[in-house]
């Protein structure tokens, strides 16, 4: 059985199939299941491949009609690379000298790179002209119209053209192994504005539902800083309007809620440029909440019998080489530390400068590393005794702090750093109580997570990529077994999860715990890996009930990843409001005038002898300003005291700005410590 040449065999998204004369375009496929499909269509999906309606369908193909839907990603990448023609033209209307370098869509918009004289830059002033052209151009409903040449004529339009930007995309196309070049008219070929482009795109301007420029930022052409300066315009587009509103929303509430912002603002952490990009300095607010994080996991530990220990910032290269962290981290670490009297030595034999630094790459020196993980470290405390079947697990927690090169434009407050501190543990055990590690440590993560009402999450269970085997250590067997307890954890935990291939560290697989916020952005936090490897690779032993030595398994578990990222990833998931047994001030007393200040300070000692953060607010100013001050804070409770209250030994209560109504002093400090204790929600607003 062949394929007939004189049909195109269509097999549609539900299992259906259809027969067409040989040539039929998609729009007329979608025509011939009805009306309203045809009237929707924007593009199609052939046999995995995004194309345009005027694309023509041979021999065999499954199809699926893209209509102008704002939940797919392919239809989205359609209309926002549609978008980006028409700012480019726009542009090109506001701008005349500007030249065109490169425009895609992304996955929340598009961009448009350009080349601009150096006296007409564009400005965020000029956006408004721009999209008052681009809304004309799609009222116009223009159609996108694709035309082809071959090779070597478009190379000669091109040149002609003079758009050096252009050429080298051409070439570039062609080195691809592109049989032709081709572009795309908005409207009539050769007669209105075109783009040398692959495609595909809408079927005409119309269809672009809504749209707006967004921001502007420089780069290089190539992404090469000695190349061409060009201006990079970022806008998005949708194929409804409420999609764009909504999105908009999404992105001020980014804006207000952004971490860098808050984190400023109630002064939580510091960033200084002559310590270090990406070293976090942690201000007193800030190091309330991450002790307060950090006595609510030690708690959790010591239900699950962890026992505590505390291991040194730097640790032997051999060590390393030994774990395999060099060199298989060697591009994301500091590089090694050598002692003085090694310098001198290294200098005596007449190291060069260029010799010493490929030395440094090599790890050919005898020297120590800034840690980039702890596991060496805790697994030197294991070794550091014999143990028995009887003694495991043995599981081993840390805050410890690591330190790991990242490309400086990358780092941006402290959710991207160069140190970093892991609520790390190491978890050693026997293979018949593997599955039963594994789960606790599960369970843990569900705790926390809970606690800290971030229970939008959905589990990855990550496993080697088969084809990439030179980029793991440990023998394919050991990671069979660590991948099937892995999944079978993961079955366990009442989740739904998926699996990735490539998602392992290089020692063995992992599961992750992706975090979904109310910005509708994910964070990959919490992580869970089981690990033949490194136990092998130390030659880690306990003797067995056979009297016999067996080797250990180990697992390694961070629920928060690391604190500055997890309390980055916080200050924006609670928008700067703590709840209680977090929040740097969790009290503070406002009298009403001078008068109650003594009354005032007397709270003030009750309330800090009870365990609470607590300031006074005496400033001269009107109770109004003071709780606008507080509510700016976020301070979760206010206290007000003037005569009625100073009278009865009581507070009026005010919670984020909400009036609670008067307690006696005793019950407030009471009913805050219940909270606190037991790490409840934040309360809304309303009584
Ligand atoms: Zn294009
Ligand atoms: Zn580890």
């Not at 299941?33 to 046999?47: F, Q, S």
């Not at 800030?286 to 026992?307: H, N, P, S, T, W």
């Amino acid at each position: 059985m062949g394929t007939q040449t004189d049909t195109a065999r269509v097999k549609l998204p539900d299992g259906s199939m259809r027969e067409f004369a040989v040539g039929v375009t998609v729009a007329e496929v979608a025509g011939s299941i009805g009306p309203g499909l045809a009237r929707a269509a924007i593009a199609a999906k052939v046999d995995g491949r995004v194309v345009d309606l005027s694309c023509r369908l041979h021999g065999e193909v499954d199809l699926a009609i893209l209509t102008g839907d704002d939940a797919n990603a392919d239809s989205l990448s359609v209309i926002r690379h549609s978008a980006a023609h028409v700012m480019a033209e726009a542009i090109g209307i506001v701008i005349p000298e500007v030249e065109l370098v490169y425009g895609p869509p992304i996955d929340n918009g598009f961009y448009y790179d350009l080349a601009l004289p150096e006296q007409r830059p564009l400005r965020t002033e000029d956006f408004d002209a721009i999209e008052a052209e681009m809304f004309r151009i799609i009222a116009e409903d223009r159609p996108f119209t694709r035309y082809e040449m071959a090779i070597d004529a478009g190379m000669a339009k091109l040149q002609a053209e003079g758009n050096k930007y252009k050429l080298d995309n051409a070439r570039r196309a062609a080195g691809d192994g592109c049989d032709c070049l081709s572009w795309y008219a908005t409207g009539v070929p050769k007669q209105d504005w075109e783009d040398l482009c692959r495609g595909p795109h809408l079927p005409s301007t119309g269809r672009i539902g809504a749209c707006k420029i967004l921001s502007l930022a420089s780069c290089y052409w190539h992404g090469d800083a000695s190349s061409d300066q060009l201006t990079r315009v970022y806008g998005t587009a949708f194929a409804a309007k409420k999609s764009l509103s909504k999105y908009l929303t999404q992105l001020e509430q980014a804006r207000q809620r952004d971490h860098r912002v808050i984190g400023k603002q109630l002064q939580l952490f510091h960033i200084d440029e002559e310590v270090g990009q990406g070293l976090i300095l942690w201000t007193p607010n800030g190091a309330v909440i991450r002790r307060e994080l950090e006595e609510f996991i030690r708690g959790e530990l010591r239900k699950q019998d962890y026992q505590f220990v505390y291991t040194p910032h730097i640790g032997k290269l051999d060590l390393y080489k030994t774990s395999g962290h060099f060199p298989y981290y060697r591009e994301s670490q500091y590089p090694p530390m050598i002692e003085a009297d090694g310098m001198q030595a290294l200098a005596k034999e007449g190291c060069s400068c260029a010799e010493l630094s490929n030395r440094l790459k090599g790890g050919d020196v005898h020297g120590y590393l800034l840690k980039p993980m702890n596991c060496p470290h805790h697994i030197k405390i294991f070794a550091s005794q014999p143990h028995s079947y009887r003694d495991l697990p043995v599981r081993l927690a840390e805050f410890g702090t690591v330190y790991r090169w990242e490309q400086s434009g990358e780092i941006g407050g402290m959710t991207r750093v160069r140190g970093f501190t892991q609520d790390d543990a190491h978890l050693f055990c026997t293979e018949a109580q593997l599955a039963q590690e594994v789960h606790g440590c599960l369970e843990l993560v569900k705790i926390i997570f809970s606690t800290l009402q971030m229970e939008d999450y959905r589990v990855r269970v990550g496993v080697r990529d088969s084809g990439e085997s030179s980029k793991y250590v440990g023998s394919a067997e050991n990671w069979d077994k660590a991948e099937q307890a892995c999944r079978d954890a993961a079955s366990g935990l009442g989740v739904p999860f998926v699996e990735e291939a490539g998602e392992a560290a290089f020692y063995g697989p992992k599961i992750d715990f992706v975090v979904h916020d109310v910005l509708d952005r994910e964070w990959q936090l919490g992580t869970i890996q089981v690990d033949y490897n490194l136990p092998e690779r130390f030659d880690l032993s306990y003797i067995g009930s056979d009297n016999q030595s067996h080797r250990p398994v180990m697992i390694h578990r961070a629920p928060f990843g690391s604190m500055e990222r997890f309390v980055g990833v916080l200050i924006e998931h609670f928008a700067g409001a703590f709840p209680l047994w977090l929040a740097p001030e969790q009290v503070r007393v406002l009298p009403i005038s001078e008068k109650y200040n003594r009354y005032a300070q007397q709270l003030h000692e009750q309330l800090k002898g009870a365990g609470l953060r607590v300031t006074v607010d005496d400033a001269d100013d009107k109770i109004g300003a003071k709780i606008r001050r507080g509510r700016l804070n976020h301070v979760p409770y206010m206290a007000v005291v003037g005569e009625k209250e100073q009278t009865a030994g009581a507070v009026a209560v005010n919670r984020a700005g909400t009036n609670l109504g008067a307690l006696a002093a005793g019950e407030f400090i009471a009913a805050l410590k219940q909270e606190v204790d037991l790490r409840q929600p934040r309360k809304k607003n309303n009584k």
